[in-house]
Nanobody, 120 residues
Framework: QVQLVQSGGGLVQPGGSLDLSCAAS????????MSWYRQTPGETRELIAT???????NYRDSVKGRFTISRDNIKNTISLQMRSLQPEDTAVYYC??????????????WGQGTQVTVSR
C-alpha cells in the first residue's frame, strides 16, 4: 500500500506563486502516472496536471503556462509549481498516484489534500 503525504500550499495574493509537494512511501512494485487534482466546495474533483513515469506531462487548459508538474523518480515525489495564481485557483489540491503493488495489479492512492487560497 502507498501513502502520499502532501506539503506546501497556503494563502497568496493574486499574481503570486506557491509550490506543492507530494511524497510517496510504502510497499509497491513500481509507480505509474502521478497527478494533481483540485476541488472546490460543491464541485467535482478536477484533474489539472499529470506526469507519467517517463516524465511526459499534460495539463488542464486553465493552468497551461502557469503551472508546472515535475517528478523525481528516485525520491518518489511530485511537485506542482503554481505561478500567476488567480482567485479561481482557490481550491483544495490533491496528489494522486497509480502504482503497481505487484506487476499487473494497478492500485491508486490519494494525498490528504492541502488548501490553496488566492485572495487579497
Amino acid at each position: 500500500q502507498v501513502q502520499l503525504v502532501q506539503s506546501g500550499g497556503g494563502l497568496v495574493q493574486p499574481g503570486g506563486s506557491l509550490d506543492l509537494s507530494c511524497a510517496a512511501s510504502g510497499d509497491y512494485s513500481s509507480m505509474d502516472t502521478m497527478s494533481w487534482y483540485r476541488q472546490t466546495p460543491g464541485e467535482t474533483r478536477e484533474l489539472i496536471a499529470t506526469i507519467t513515469s517517463k516524465l511526459a506531462t499534460n495539463y488542464r487548459d486553465s493552468v497551461k503556462g502557469r503551472f508546472t508538474i515535475s517528478r523525481d523518480n528516485i525520491k518518489n515525489t511530485i511537485s506542482l509549481q503554481m505561478r500567476s495564481l488567480q482567485p479561481e485557483d482557490t481550491a483544495v489540491y490533491y496528489c494522486h498516484a497509480a502504482y503497481y503493488a505487484r506487476p499487473g495489479f494497478l492500485h491508486t492512492a490519494w494525498g490528504q489534500g492541502t488548501q490553496v487560497t488566492v485572495s487579497r
